[in-house]
């Protein structure tokens, strides 16, 4: 069964740093896009960053770009998102999510425009 | 940027119901829709706009193409009732997600 587990979430003051991990299971990790999306109290999903399969692409918004850096183990099934500079703003449930692999074109290539395996999240409160 | 319309529809189940989301620009068929339940995390329902994702029921379809999209729901389950979400992909940022819209009974 495919899975993700994120962990690391907590209260942390303004300016400080967190650092979430998230764990894979059921299936082939390094064949993924893997995303970070989260969820600030009672409004709308902001994806935020992604990391190729490979991890040699990896893409901010401009909300986390220079605070936040995404990275991956796929020795060990693992993603995780190394948050610095964390802000009120940045309070919200995360979520890790698998990039659905799609094929399309000739010759074929994928593509992974869409998140369809997640997380439950792990929710990161800054205040002081 | 996406939007989505209504913000809330009420709806009782058996109803059919019919979701919005409009693009600012053209997204191709690039487009999903996500469900969320209270305390949950989304669940992928389409993508491509008209394509269901694994396991999604008959009921659930997806239309749509360039700037408007719909998501139909048939006849309302009870466990329907929920948040719903889509998402694009875009030139910047590459995935962006519309506001969303409450399904209430």
């Known amino acids: 069964q495919e899975q993700l587990v994120e962990s690391g979430g907590g209260l942390v003051k303004p300016g400080g740093s967190l650092r979430l991990s998230c764990a894979a299971s059921?299936?082939?990790?390094?064949?993924?896009?893997m995303s970070w999306i989260r969820q600030a109290p009672g409004k709308g999903l902001e994806w935020f960053s992604y990391?190729?399969?490979?991890?040699?692409?990896?893409y901010y918004a401009d909300s986390v770009k220079g605070r936040f850096t995404i990275s991956r183990d796929n020795a060990k099934n693992s993603l995780f998102l190394q948050m610095n500079s964390l802000g009120v703003e940045d309070t919200a449930v995360y979520y890790c999510?698998?990039?659905?692999?799609?094929?399309?074109?000739?010759?074929?290539?994928?593509?992974?425009?869409?998140?369809?395996?997640w997380g439950k999240g792990t929710t990161v409160t800054v205040s002081s | 940027v996406l939007t989505q319309s209504p913000v809330t529809l009420s709806l009782s189940p058996g109803d059919r119901a019919t979701l919005s989301c409009r693009a600012s620009?053209?997204?191709?068929?690039?487009l999903g829709w996500y469900q969320q339940k209270p305390g949950q995390a989304p669940r992928l329902l389409i993508f491509?706009?008209?394509k269901r994702a694994a396991g999604v029921p008959a009921r659930f379809s997806g239309s749509g193409s360039g700037t408007d999209f719909t998501l139909t729901i048939s006849s309302l389950e009870p466990e329907d009732f929920a948040v719903y979400f889509c998402?694009?992909?875009?030139?910047?940022?590459?995935?962006?997600f519309g506001q969303g819209t409450k399904l209430e009974i």
């Open positions: 998402q694009q992909r875009g030139d910047w940022p590459p995935y962006t």
């Open positions: 059921g299936f082939t990790f390094k064949d993924y896009y």
């Open positions: 620009q053209s997204v191709g068929d690039y």
């Open positions: 999510a698998r990039n659905l692999r799609l094929m399309a074109g000739n010759p074929p290539y994928y593509y992974f425009y869409y998140m369809d395996v």
């Open positions: 990391i190729s399969g490979a991890a040699t692409t990896t």
């Open positions: 491509d706009a008209s």
